[in-house]
């Protein structure tokens, strides 16, 4: 059994190109995988491996400046859910695209999984959603706004266009691992917005920590890796990838004549021509063949 490690920690960096080599070398040393995004504003990302190789690489990050408060949650794995370890350097670790959002400055209120049902079920709360309009798709929590973001960049335009929604409303956001929230709340209190609350550690400690019988979550949650989504206790649920266009799928889509393994499903089937289409279909077949290893998602949106 491999542990999955999703992590994110919000510091200053002043030289994050500097930190990207040694951080790759430990991780490939440990047969770690998976994908690390460093900027200024601190580090993202999900990882896999043994438990000895997991241990070594969180140990390393925890050593980087001011990371030594570093939160991860982990989550276990039958087969390696990355086809190899990548180190990237981005302009944010999640991104909003708004420079002056600072979560080291302030966030909401943190909320414990075992407080969120109380919260999210009071009249004055308006629960939202912060993740991307796919994720959401396959679950969410009972009641919960779907902004019907396509990127987490949308997502002030729309707070913009929909606030006067929420007026006299006290604000209670989630998103998967946290880290979308950090930036979500700090940009509300900017906007005015002090009754801002948010889901400590996201769904992926929510499903782990809060028992299905007493659970308000609906569905399955989408994950940044091989795995696609997790369930309560954090089991792997139904759900498969289109590895055209990132999507979900359900076992029923995947039976759709819409869907072909690799190459398209019933909603991306016209975003692709004819050339498009071959070329994932050759991808598709080397992967088949062994010669080349599906990587998964990028993490880059995780949160």
């Known amino acids: 059994m491999l542990t999955v490690a999703a992590l994110y920690h919000f510091t200053r960096f002043a030289d994050p190109a500097a930190l990207k080599a040694p951080l790759a070398r430990v991780a490939c040393a440990h047969g770690v995988r998976g994908t690390l995004l460093l900027a200024p504003e601190g580090i993202n990302g999900t990882i896999a491996g043994t438990r000895q190789g997991i241990d070594a690489v969180l140990a390393h990050i925890r050593a980087l400046p001011g990371c030594d408060g570093l939160e991860w949650k982990e989550s276990p794995a039958e087969t390696m859910p990355f086809g190899k370890m990548k180190v990237r350097l981005k302009r944010e670790i999640v991104t909003m695209g708004q420079p002056d959002v600072d979560p080291t400055a302030s966030v909401g209120h943190y909320v414990e999984p075992g407080d969120w049902n109380a919260l999210i079920s009071a009249p004055d709360v308006a629960v939202i959603d912060t993740r991307n ?20 960049r949308d997502f002030p335009g729309w707070w913009q266009a929909n606030a006067h929604r929420f007026a006299g409303k006290r604000v209670a956001m989630f998103c998967t691992g946290g880290i979308r929230c950090e930036k979500s709340t700090n940009w509300l209190l900017s906007q005015g917005v002090s009754d801002v609350f948010h889901l400590k550690g996201g769904i992926l400690k929510y499903l782990e920590d809060v028992p299905e019988s007493d659970s308000l979550w609906q569905g399955e949650c989408f994950v940044f890796d091989g795995r696609v989504s997790l369930t309560h206790g954090l089991q792997p649920g139904r759900h498969g990838l289109c590895h055209a266009c990132r999507c979900p799928l359900a076992p029923e889509d995947r039976v759709r004549p819409e869907y072909e393994e690799g190459v398209s499903c019933h909603r991306c089937l016209g975003e692709y ?6 070329r994932f279909r050759e991808r598709q077949r080397q992967i088949a063949a062994g010669e080349l290893k599906f990587e998964g998602n990028s993490p880059s949106s995780e949160g």
């Open 133 to 152: 309009d796919y994720e959401v798709a396959i679950g969410s929590f009972a009641g919960a706004v779907d902004p019907g973001t396509r990127s987490f």
């Open 273 to 278: 021509d004819e050339a498009d289409r071959n």
